[in-house]
């Protein structure tokens, strides 16, 4: 029986898109995005936007709302016999055309790891009119992805304020999806 994803966490003002492949086991039982207590996206997110990590999950839901920041998974439903994103099989995505309908002031997308940005590209890229421009790979905040330390994680994530900081050229929908 395929797992099914979560809802996104937006805001209809979210202006960043960080897009993970599908919850883990534990986050599926928690009903929260990354919620195993050793993947490092909620501390990475805290110390790159200056948020305590430590808060309760609606709270820092709140948070990234607060920075503008979206939250999502590509995969809607899939098939997977673990956490592993190579286990990822049988995958139907979530409905982006949708979502950037929703969300028209998104101007970037990030990628919680490869497997998130393969999914993307490969079921939705095609079927969106155009790319979203602004794709950026980030390094896995998985336990899994154990090749680069935490600090060096912190340091690529934050491309994220950095975007924020710098703003859109243009939204994707104001020029896509009209």
């Given amino acids: 029986m395929p797992d099914t994803g979560f809802l996104p966490v937006a805001s209809h003002d979210a202006k960043i898109l960080i897009l993970g492949s599908m919850p883990s086991r534990e986050s599926l039982r928690q009903q929260q995005y990354y919620a195993h207590p050793r993947n490092a996206f909620w501390p990475i997110m805290a110390k790159t936007l200056g948020f305590d990590g430590s808060r309760p999950y ?3 839901l709140e948070a990234l709302k ?3 920041i ?3 998974d ?3 439903q899939c098939v997977r016999p673990g956490s592993l994103d190579a286990d ?3 995958v139907r995505s979530n409905d982006f055309e949708a979502f950037f ?3 028209p002031h998104i101007f970037a ?3 919680n790891g490869r497997k998130a940005e393969e999914l993307f590209h490969k079921l939705v890229t095609p ?3 155009t790319p979203p421009p602004n794709c950026q790979l980030l390094p896995s905040t998985s336990p899994a992805h154990a090749a680069m330390s935490f600090a060096e994680k912190i340091l690529a994530w934050s491309a994220i304020k950095q975007t924020l900081e710098n703003g859109p050229a243009k939204p994707y929908l104001s020029s896509h999806l009209i």
């Fill in 66 to 68: 607060a920075h503008h």
């Fill in 74 to 76: 590509v995969a809607g």
């Fill in 58 to 60: 609606p709270e820092r």
């Fill in 101 to 103: 309908r929703k969300c």
């Fill in 127 to 129: 079927a969106l009119p």
């Fill in 70 to 72: 979206a939250l999502w």
């Fill in 88 to 90: 990822i099989r049988e």
């Fill in 109 to 111: 997308v990030f990628f």
